[in-house]
């Protein structure tokens, strides 16, 4: 029966197909399709190289084991011919090396191209390298003088746009070549020859090329060898002979042989087919999303051009049938019903093109979110059915209104938001919070990798069981905001005051509730309590301690709420310390002297009179000599001394010093204040000043800066009850974090550098075998959270020095760490420096336990019973071996005719007075084998070069992974590695140890189950995880209810495991569902998506069609070696409906559409004609290098301004700080680039602070390296010059000018700054003096002006704008264009149009940074670009600028205006007409809000207004904009005109020059009677009668058809379009403009001429 009936529906389904479907095919329009593409602007990288970068990704041997694959294979590769048959034979030689899911993962990686950016960055090294040869090296070819040309040629091209692509070629067609420095060998005979000349080796005339962290580097190599780097492409005949030379002279220690992967231009044909795949086209880009938005065509903003139709590419493909439309799942009628495809795809083309609803009923949209959510989760695709929901929503809504609600869906989802707010989406990767906001498929891919390379790197050590490993991937990294607090307490400090005891606090309230209360900025909180505590750490007789003293009397008696106190130390002595001297030095020690002074009055007078004393001492120091800190004498101390007491004291003064001279105890005293201030580190910074333990600089602007810091701080205590009454905040502050010493080196801002300590990374056969551990006495067979490797150089005093502070570090004591050593050497070690490391291996083993009786039998005999009870004997013997050594062989170097039998009776004496055998050590020091020592110290050496490029002799510390270098050692303490230990163990080593102490050893031998075996493990995984990009927070994701309304897929073998809640109604999922969707695919991680849409809707959560853009294999071509995708396609979308097209990518990506026929901003595909595809093409134009500047204790330095280029061109672009954040941002290209401050004030003032990021070097530049798709986000530091601490960085008005004549910018940077921020190539040079004589016979000073337009309408009514202002002007105008949203034809058209009429134009951008809050809808952002960026957006040499809307005409000299004086404002705009009292009503700013808050100012019209950008900048207007935004537009209530509403709501913090009334007009505010004298009219919406924009046009600006005609005519005449060109018709023969209305309009001309 059941088969029956389901027969017979089938039945009825077609027959209804079949009548429905053919009248469907009758219909003349079929549906439409939009395809969408994003390629790179560089030009194509092979694939082949592109997976050797993606390989050495994964291991850096891996990169070299690929290239011995695929040679021992390319007979195989030539065969294919077809560019999907390639990438399977890449695959199949690079998959072996890995295991899933890595391997999934490269092959996804592969077909994203997500390494092409390597390859160009590669390009670049290249073209530098053949740029760096002059005319008339032996090594070129003869025709030399065209080889330069092209390489000159390059390089201005270069200059000139920054961001092309490198087009590599060499002549003669030569496809590879080796760079030495020195020479350039294009032949491997020439290689061959130059390898076998010995002379030619050891030359150090010409610099050793530079090698970068990402170099590929041969791993046999030897220290100090000369460099050969080979630039050429796998595949090539020539790679392959230059390789295998240099391999194997590599082998042999002759070179250090680099690899840097490129191919020429030209060399496609020299390479095996497979070689050449994606080199010969675009690089085609995916991850990313776009966005088919329904438009609001409120106003009809809409071009009625004649469309052009251009050219069709090939038809897109199908989407996938299998999902489900209106019911229907097409794949399974066209499964059963093939003859009646055509008329099933035509009902299903129907289906989706009809069922657009951008609107449904307010009791429709009550559960829509929850009906959603019911329609996923019971899907059997629940991911599929998200992107399928998310892409198609306006076809899909009503389908999902009329859903039929389950009452447990809507229950759960309630109580869920009981925890999370509704709508809100968070994501977390293994527990790590990803900002859901801004995450993209590159970020998610690079999170994923390291943790899937970490997880395949652990199950390789030591059977780490699957649970395990997944615990550990789920640890979270030390807080980003983790702060460390020195632990002053001690009796050394004085304090001046004391807020809860002293008389003068009294009337101070003591409620700490009032701390919580709301005060205007910058406002004190007087509170009577110890809440901050300003501890200054000083020598009293330098300029900078005594300057501290004055500062701290000076806020003590302006009641600043602060406890101060002081901790003195003597410099001297501190030195005396340093150098380890016995005797105390004669020398006579003012401070000392000051100290002893001060002690005695502050304990006999008190604290007030002490600090008088010592300020006193400073006055004495001015009138001696203000700057000297050498200026004090002991008289004029003795002298200030006698002048503070005599008035307190009975007896002589100068008895009492006489006394004091004598008294040990306050010598005593004053050394041990010494002592203190070494043992904290604080003594190498000279004046520091300690705010409840956190060091700052000792300035008034830090102690303010550092207490608006640490209020928030305090405040949040109070809040939760933390911090009560009767707390103490210091002890509290200074137990939670405090540390008891202070080492830069190792507690900074910036976030450390590791390396990992695995066989994974210094190889199997690794120097870490070798390691012999030294221990604390007792804690031998004690695991060790923290391992401290100690690189020592034998040969070095300071090596020596690090080697003993390592041994007391073990002696004073420590149970959680033990300590392993690696010896080398700065210089080719003698034979005592043998027996030297032989003698500390022999002890320390013997001391570790780990000497065999198969090993050394004798020794074993000999020392068996010894071990035990002669522990701290071993360390006090190696203590006193170091001191010996460094005594009688380092410091005096021994004679050549001593003999290693003094060596060794000196180490038989040392054994024997520490209780330790000496036959031992007789035996075997007499006969030890020097080779195999000194080819041990090679090996440390060459690790220690290979992970992390130092040279020999290095001295350095790895605290797990952990990188202490530079090392000072004549600061770095025992005391210095306590510090490491116990950061290390806090922030990194603890959790993992806890979560390895439980772990279950079943496959492992229990012999080897000891305490060195789970501290090997504990090192190798917390330096290995340490190094992993994560972000510190997390969210509890487990509380939420999963039984009816989450998503959740299992896979128990995945070490992946993302937690997600998501609104499955919100842009943020429409572009993580496809995200997700691509990692299942690929990736299979266990996911649990939580559904969390909003309860209510007002109006409908989406209205726009979507599409994620991931590559597949079918991109790559099956006939040829085209690669096809990835594209968008948005098939059978609606024909009626206007849509607009907007790219959602990642924000490191700036792009720009590059062909497109049609109007993007207003898409109606019922005008195609028929055409049945709208084509569009996007350029990724840049990538975005983003940054923060900061000084430290300091605001950001605002206006700080930054260059950006390479070595031999190092201004290609430039920018200047914000006071927002300190931010700043630069558009880059994959390249290797070097940061620096511009030439002038900026250079003057400041420095680039050294750290531990980017490159530091003479020069002060950083290097950056930009090698991927994401951009980079760089943080530094600058500091001002010794003496320039107090002068300003942006100067007034009237020494700006003189600054700017002197020593400002130099002419060069002011010549490149106007041309290069724009990044046009076509774009003019800088503005042309001010009398320079223009193009077309203008003359006088430019006139700047700038507009933004989208869409082919506003273009128009650009293009009619620049006419009005050109035919009204003689003078040179140069334009400036926001080249955001311009279409290709603008933009093809704009040069022709400024060469036929004779002006200058520059296209400029900038990217919304990431912090500042975004607008959604497109208006609103262009709305946005006209005030937001004024001050970065344009060249610094610019200094006054004209906006001008586009749809504007204008009838007078915009000269007049430009020269306009506003009266030192920044900005200028026109006030509102107030005289159409019809719109009266729709004056908003004449009540309420705005009313009160104008304050009688006027309220400014935003199409015309002038800035003057040097003012602009002077004063942060541009910060102050941002700051009131940032505020006002997190209320979607507010800035409803953004670019109007924020200049007039700011104009009290950025004044505006209110500009005369006739300088724009428009009708819809201002009344005819005054039209005849306006000088710009613009068309302004009417709110009343929403006229659209073209009639109101013809109607109301009598020239306006004119202009639009002569517009007309000549961009159909350079665009090509004959046809389009002879259809426009003059206007007195349009058919469009009434006549009446035109005769009206000639009249009104006439009576205004």
């Given amino acids: 029966m059941g088969c029956l009936w389901r027969s017979r529906c089938w039945v009825l389904i077609v027959l209804v197909l079949l009548n429905i479907g053919s009248a469907f095919a009758d219909t003349p329009q079929r549906p439409k399709n939009v395809q969408t593409a994003l390629r790179a602007k560089w030009s194509g990288t092979p694939l082949l190289l592109e997976a050797a970068e993606l390989l050495s990704n994964e291991k850096k041997d891996l990169f070299w084991d690929f290239i011995e694959i695929w040679l021992n294979t390319e007979k195989d590769a030539a065969r294919s011919e077809a560019a999907k048959d390639c990438v399977k034979k890449i695959l199949e030689c690079g998959r072996p090396l890995l295991r899933e899911p890595l391997k999934s993962l490269f092959e996804f990686s592969l077909m994203l191209r997500s390494a092409s950016p390597r390859l160009v960055l590669f390009q670049q090294l290249a073209e530098e390298s053949l740029a760096s040869f002059p005319l008339g090296d032996e090594n070129y070819s003869d025709d030399e003088t065209e080889e330069k040309l092209l390489t000159e040629k390059k390089i201005e091209r270069r200059k000139l746009d920054p961001l092309h692509g490198v087009n590599l070629k060499i002549h003669g067609g030569k496809c590879c070549w080796v760079d030495t420095g020195e020479h350039l060998f294009l032949d491997v005979h020439e290689l061959l020859a130059w390898l076998q000349g010995s002379v030619e080796l050891v030359g150090d005339s010409f610099p050793r090329p530079e090698i970068f962290d990402f170099d590929h580097i041969y791993y046999e190599l030897s220290v100090g060898s000369p460099v050969a780097i080979l630039y050429g492409a796998l595949g090539t005949n020539c790679f392959k002979e230059f390789h295998v030379a240099l391999v194997k002279a590599a082998k042999e220690g002759k070179v250090k042989y680099v690899l840097r992967p490129v191919l020429p231009a030209g060399c496609e044909s020299k390479i095996n087919h497979c070689g050449s795949v994606g080199a010969g086209e675009s690089v085609n880009l995916g991850g990313y999303g776009v966005e088919l938005a329904l438009k609001n065509m409120e106003y009809k903003a809409m071009d009625d051009s004649t469309v052009k139709k251009g050219v069709t590419l090939e038809d897109p493909r199908t989407e996938d049938l299998s999902q489900e439309v209106r019911g229907f799942i097409f794949s399974k009628i066209l499964e059963r019903k093939t003859e009646l495809t055509s008329e099933v795809m035509a009902f299903r083309d129907y289906l989706l093109s009809s069922t657009v609803s951008d609107t449904l009923d307010v009791w429709e949209l009550?559960?829509?979110?929850?009906?959603?959510?019911?329609?996923?989760?019971?899907?059997?695709?629940?991911?599929?059915?998200?992107?399928?929901?998310?892409?198609?929503?306006?076809?899909?809504?009503?389908?999902?209104?009329?859903?039929?609600?389950?009452?447990?869906?809507?229950?759960?989802?309630?109580?869920?938001?009981?925890?999370?707010?509704?709508?809100?989406?968070?994501?977390?990767?293994?527990?790590?919070?990803?900002?859901?906001?801004?995450?993209?498929?590159?970020?998610?891919?690079?999170?994923?990798?390291?943790?899937?390379?970490?997880?395949?790197?652990?199950?390789?050590?030591?059977?780490?069981?699957?649970?395990?490993?997944?615990?550990?991937?789920?640890?979270?990294?030390?807080?980003?905001?983790?702060?460390?607090?020195?632990?002053?307490?001690?009796?050394?400090?004085?304090?001046?005051?004391?807020?809860?005891?002293?008389?003068?606090?009294?009337?101070?309230?003591?409620?700490?509730?009032?701390?919580?209360?709301?005060?205007?900025?910058?406002?004190?909180?007087?509170?009577?309590?110890?809440?901050?505590?300003?501890?200054?750490?000083?020598?009293?007789?330098?300029?900078?301690?005594?300057?501290?003293?004055?500062?701290?009397?000076?806020?003590?008696?302006?009641?600043?709420?602060?406890?101060?106190?002081?901790?003195?130390?003597?410099?001297?002595?501190?030195?005396?310390?340093?150098?380890?001297?016995?005797?105390?030095?004669?020398?006579?020690?003012?401070?000392?002297?000051?100290?002893?002074?001060?002690?005695?009055?502050?304990?006999?007078?008190?604290?007030?009179?002490?600090?008088?004393?010592?300020?006193?001492?400073?006055?004495?120091?001015?009138?001696?000599?203000?700057?000297?800190?050498?200026?004090?004498?002991?008289?004029?101390?003795?002298?200030?001394?006698?002048?503070?007491?005599?008035?307190?004291?009975?007896?002589?003064?100068?008895?009492?010093?006489?006394?004091?001279?004598?008294?040990?105890?306050?010598?005593?005293?004053?050394?041990?204040?010494?002592?203190?201030?070494?043992?904290?580190?604080?003594?190498?910074?000279?004046?520091?000043?300690?705010?409840?333990?956190?060091?700052?600089?000792?300035?008034?602007?830090?102690?303010?800066?550092?207490?608006?810091?640490?209020?928030?701080?305090?405040?949040?205590?109070?809040?939760?009850?933390?911090?009560?009454?009767?707390?103490?905040?210091?002890?509290?502050?200074?137990?939670?974090?405090?540390?008891?010493?202070?080492?830069?080196?190792?507690?900074?801002?910036?976030?450390?550098?590791?390396?990992?300590?695995?066989?994974?990374?210094?190889?199997?056969?690794?120097?870490?075998?070798?390691?012999?551990?030294?221990?604390?006495?007792?804690?031998?067979?004690?695991?060790?959270?923290?391992?401290?490797?100690?690189?020592?150089?034998?040969?070095?005093?300071?090596?020596?020095?690090?080697?003993?502070?390592?041994i007391h570090y073990l002696i004073e004591g420590s149970k959680n760490a033990r300590v392993g050593l690696l010896f080398n050497a700065n210089r080719s070690p003698n034979l005592f420096s043998l027996l030297f490391v032989k003698v500390f291996e022999i002890t320390a083993s013997l001391y570790s336990q780990f000497l065999s009786e198969v090993e050394a039998p004798f020794l074993y005999q000999m020392f068996e019973r010894m071990v035990c009870s002669h522990k701290t004997n071993v360390l006090d013997f190696l203590n006193q071996l170091c001191s010996l050594y460094e005594k009688n062989y380092i410091l005096s170097p021994p004679m050549e005719a001593e003999s290693t039998q003094a060596f060794v009776d000196m180490v038989c004496e040392l054994g024997e007075a520490n209780g330790l055998p000496s036959k031992g050590y007789r035996s075997a020091l007499l006969e030890f084998p020097a080779g195999e020592v000194r080819k041990h110290l090679t090996k440390v050496q060459n690790s220690l070069y290979r992970v992390l490029g130092l040279e020999s002799g290095a001295n350095a510390v790895f605290t797990n992974g952990r990188v202490t270098y530079p090392i000072d050692e004549s600061s770095f303490l025992s005391a210095d590695l306590h510090l490491l230990e116990s950061i290390e163990f806090k922030q990194r080593t603890k959790h993992i140890v806890e979560i390895i102490e439980e772990v279950e050893w079943h496959d492992v031998d229990p012999d080897t189950l000891t305490s060195k075996f789970i501290s090997d493990i504990v090192m190798a995984l917390s330096s290995s995880m340490a190094m992993r990009e994560r972000n510190s927070e997390s969210a509890r994701f487990e509380i939420l209810n999963d039984q009816h309304s989450v998503i959740i897929l299992n896979n128990v073998n995945s070490s992946i495991h993302i937690d997600a809640v998501l609104d499955p109604l919100s842009p943020t999922s429409q572009r993580l569902s496809g995200i997700l969707r691509v990692l299942w695919k690929y990736i299979q991680p266990s996911m649990r998506i939580v559904l969390n849409p909003v309860s209510s809707l007002a109006d409908l959560p989406l209205k726009s069609y979507y599409r994620y853009v991931v590559p597949t294999m079918d991109d790559f071509s099956n006939t040829d070696s085209a690669i096809n995708g990835p594209q968008a396609l948005f098939a059978n979308m609606p024909l009626s409906k206007t849509l607009t097209m907007n790219l959602d990518v990642p924000e490191s990506w700036l792009v720009e559409p590059v062909i497109a026929f049609h109007d993007l901003d207003n898409i109606l595909l019922e005008n195609l004609g028929d055409t049945s595809t709208l084509q569009a093409v996007f350029e990724l134009e840049a990538l975005v290098l983003t940054g923060h500047c900061s000084e430290k204790d300091h605001d950001p330095p605002r206006g700080l301004q930054l260059i950006l280029g390479t070595k031999t061109a190092p201004h290609l672009v430039d920018t200047l700080v914000m006071a927002n954040l300190g931010y700043w941002q630069m558009k880059v290209s994959p390249g290797v680039w070097y940061l620096q401050l511009a030439p002038g004030r900026s250079s003057e003032l400041y420095i680039l602070k050294e750290d531990g990021e980017g490159s530091y070097d003479k020069q002060s530049s950083k290097l950056i390296t930009i090698n991927d798709l994401r951009g980079k986000l760089f943080h530094m530091e600058v500091l001002k010059k010794k003496g320039k601490e107090h002068e300003e960085l942006l100067l007034p008005d009237d020494n700006a000018q003189d600054e700017k004549k002197g020593s400002g910018l130099n002419s060069n940077f002011l010549e490149w700054a106007s041309g290069f921020i724009g990044g046009n190539k076509l774009s003019k040079k800088a503005e042309k003096s001010s009398q320079e004589k223009g193009r077309g016979g203008r003359h006088g000073k430019t006139i700047n002006m700038v507009s933004i337009a989208s869409g082919h309408l506003y273009e128009r009514f650009m293009k009619i704008m620049i006419l009005s202002v050109l035919k009204n002007t003689h003078r040179p105008v140069k334009f400036w264009f926001i080249k955001n949203y311009l279409s290709p034809p603008f933009k093809d058209l704009i040069p022709h149009m400024a060469l036929e009429y004779g002006f200058e134009y520059e296209l400029v951008t900038y990217k919304w940074p990431t912090w500042l809050h975004k607008q959604k809808e497109k208006q609103r952002i262009i709305w946005a670009y006209k005030i937001l960026f004024l001050d970065v957006i344009f060249p610094l040499s610019l200094e006054k600028v004209i906006f001008v809307d586009a749809d504007q005409v204008v009838r007078a000299d915009m000269g007049v205006l430009y020269d306009m004086d506003i009266r030192g404002k920044p900005l200028a705009y026109t006030p509102f007409c107030d005289n159409n009292k019809e719109m009266d009503g729709y004056r908003f700013w004449r009540q309420g809000f705005w009313n009160d808050h104008l304050q009688g100012k006027p309220y400014h019209i935003s199409a015309l207004y002038v800035v003057d950008l040097k003012k602009f900048r002077e004063t942060a207007a541009g910060d102050n904009l941002r700051v009131i935004y940032e505020t006002l537009s997190r209320d979607p209530n507010s800035l409803a005109n953004l670019d109007q509403d924020l200049p007039n709501y700011a104009q009290h913090t950025v004044p505006i020059f209110s500009l005369p009334q006739e300088w724009l007009w428009c009708e819809s505010w201002c009344g005819n009677a005054t039209k005849y004298k306006a000088k710009t009219i613009d068309l302004c919406n009417n709110p009343m009668t929403k006229e659209p924009k073209l009639q109101g046009a013809r109607r109301i600006v009598s020239e306006w058809p004119d202009l639009d005609f002569e517009a007309r005519r000549f961009t159909a005449r350079i665009l090509g379009d004959d046809q389009e060109s002879e259809s426009i018709l003059p206007p007195n023969q349009s058919k469009n403009l009434n006549s009446e209305d035109s005769s009206n309009e000639d009249m009104e001309s006439r009576a205004e001429l």
């Avoid at 004085?494 to 701390?515: G, T």
């Avoid at 406002?523 to 110890?530: G, T, V």
């Avoid at 207490?707 to 405040?715: A, K, S, W």
């Avoid at 009850?721 to 010493?741: H, N, Y």
Wanted: one cysteine or more.
């Fill in 366 to 806: 009550k559960d829509l979110g929850h009906q959603t959510v019911q329609r996923i989760v019971r899907a059997s695709d629940p991911l599929q059915s998200m992107q399928e929901i998310n892409q198609n929503f306006p076809s899909i809504v009503s389908s999902l209104s009329r859903t039929k609600l389950d009452d447990s869906i809507r229950d759960e989802i309630m109580a869920n938001q009981r925890m999370v707010p509704p709508g809100k989406s968070l994501m977390a990767l293994n527990g790590a919070l990803v900002n859901v906001e801004d995450v993209d498929l590159y970020l998610l891919i690079d999170l994923i990798h390291q943790d899937l390379l970490l997880a395949d790197q652990f199950s390789k050590l030591k059977q780490i069981p699957q649970g395990t490993l997944k615990k550990l991937l789920s640890t979270s990294p030390p807080s980003e905001s983790s702060i460390f607090r020195v632990d002053f307490h001690s009796s050394h400090v004085h304090y001046l005051n004391n807020l809860e005891e002293d008389a003068k606090y009294k009337r101070w309230r003591n409620n700490l509730d009032e701390f919580l209360m709301p005060v205007f900025p910058g406002q004190l909180r007087y509170i009577r309590k110890n809440l901050f505590h300003a501890v200054f750490v000083l020598d009293p007789a330098t300029r900078c301690g005594l300057v501290s003293i004055d500062m701290i009397i000076s806020l003590y008696e302006n009641n600043f709420p602060v406890r101060f106190g002081i901790v003195l130390y003597s410099s001297k002595f501190v030195m005396q310390l340093e150098n380890h001297a016995t005797k105390e030095h004669s020398d006579e020690d003012i401070s000392t002297t000051i100290i002893c002074l001060f002690s005695y009055i502050n304990e006999n007078y008190g604290a007030e009179m002490a600090y008088r004393f010592l300020s006193n001492v400073n006055k004495l120091r001015i009138e001696s000599d203000g700057n000297a800190d050498d200026a004090l004498e002991l008289h004029h101390v003795e002298g200030v001394f006698v002048e503070t007491i005599l008035s307190k004291v009975k007896s002589p003064p100068q008895e009492i010093l006489l006394k004091l001279y004598k008294n040990q105890k306050l010598k005593e005293l004053s050394q041990e204040s010494s002592k203190f201030v070494f043992k904290l580190g604080l003594s190498k910074l000279q004046c520091s000043l300690l705010m409840n333990g956190l060091v700052i600089d000792p300035t008034e602007e830090a102690l303010i800066n550092a207490l608006n810091d640490e209020t928030p701080r305090i405040q949040e205590q109070v809040y939760f009850g933390q911090i009560m009454s009767d707390t103490d905040v210091l002890a509290k502050f200074l137990s939670e974090a405090g540390i008891q010493r202070y080492n830069p080196k190792i507690i900074s801002d910036s976030k450390p550098r590791f390396i990992s300590l695995s066989m994974f990374t210094f190889g199997e056969e690794s120097i870490l075998n070798d390691i012999v551990y030294l221990h604390s006495p007792g804690t031998m067979d004690d695991t060790k959270a923290v391992t401290h490797l100690l690189a020592v150089d034998i040969t070095s005093r300071n090596g020596m020095k690090l080697l003993q502070q390592g």
